[in-house]
């Protein structure tokens, strides 16, 4: 299992959400929504539900950010309710983030779910194109060891966007596989397809042009980038500063080691619009 335990940030967002019973209908909407149904969940915080899938009481755990589901239940809420949109200079709106990271059937994919690993090869793999099963996503113990270098409320909303954006490429028949090489000095990387902060509207993230100039399309890491960019930049101002703060460093150590081509882009530089 996954070191159990919440860093600083992972606190502040915890001390934002009601619990449970406060606020039934959000953890009931994030299950559903974002399909946490998977048994894998059970040990990791996400309680025993009987057939019929209603939590055993005195098994809810759902609220306990110490463990993966309950870190799971701060990136969604990040993901649900930090951007402010800002029209203008804001790259994608939130709802565009929203739909392309939850697990329904939308403009952006087909339906899939989140299974938990209790693994340490990486942070997260979405697996497409199943034969004769529903798609997944799993997230791993990176994602959640307390201390570690991913475990970030910022950076699992971003990479959960991220993941989301593997089952957009397979819905519109494009090759989800990562780059090497190149400007790329971690493990694995994508292309960065510069545009300006108004080229997409708002709600049309899940479009792409590839005859426009510049041309409109996304890899999985610029989705990941430009959420935290503007999370960085763009959130509301009860999100605590250690959250911006977060996504910001995550994002611009992602634009200096994820991308083939040279970027110049750094979270806090003005943007084209």
């Known amino acids: 299992m996954c070191i159990d335990g919440m860093g600083m940030v992972d606190l ?21 929504t974002f399909d946490l149904s998977d048994s894998s969940w059970t040990p990791a915080g996400g309680g025993v539900r009987d057939i019929f899938g209603q ?3 005195g098994t809810d755990e759902r609220w306990n950010g110490s463990k993966p589901y309950g870190k799971m239940i ?6 649900t309710y930090a951007l402010r949109d800002e029209y203008r200079p804001q790259w994608h709106a939130r ?10 059937d939308n403009a952006y994919h087909g339906p899939f779910y989140l299974r938990f690993l209790s693994n340490s090869d990486g ?20 994602l959640f060891d307390v201390g570690g270098c991913s475990d970030d409320p910022a950076n699992r909303a971003s990479v959960i966007a991220h993941e989301g954006w593997h089952h957009w490429q397979y819905k519109y028949r494009w090759v989800g596989t990562h780059l090497t090489g190149g400007k790329i000095t971690q ?11 108004g080229d997409f509207d708002f709600g049309q993230l899940w479009k792409y042009d590839l005859n426009s100039r510049p041309m409109r399309f996304h890899s999985p ?24 703060q977060s996504a910001r460093a995550f994002g611009n150590t992602r634009l200096g080691s994820q991308f083939f081509n040279a970027t110049s882009y750094r979270i806090g530089d003005p943007r084209p619009f």
């Open 123 to 142: 942070e997260a793999k979405a697996e497409t194109g199943r034969t004769a099963a529903r798609d997944r996503t799993n997230y791993q113990c990176p």
């Open 55 to 57: 939590l055993i009481p």
């Open 221 to 244: 890491y610029q989705i990941a980038v430009e959420f935290d960019a503007d999370l960085a930049e763009f959130s509301f101002g009860w999100i605590p500063i250690s959250i911006a």
């Open 12 to 32: 502040a967002v915890n001390r934002l959400i009601p619990a449970p019973s406060q606020w039934p209908e959000f953890y009931d909407w994030a299950h559903t």
């Open 74 to 79: 701060h990136a969604i809420y990040l993901l």
């Open 187 to 197: 493990l694995e990387g994508d292309f960065y397809y510069r545009h300006n902060s």
């Open 95 to 104: 709802a565009d983030y929203l739909e392309a990271a939850r697990a329904t």
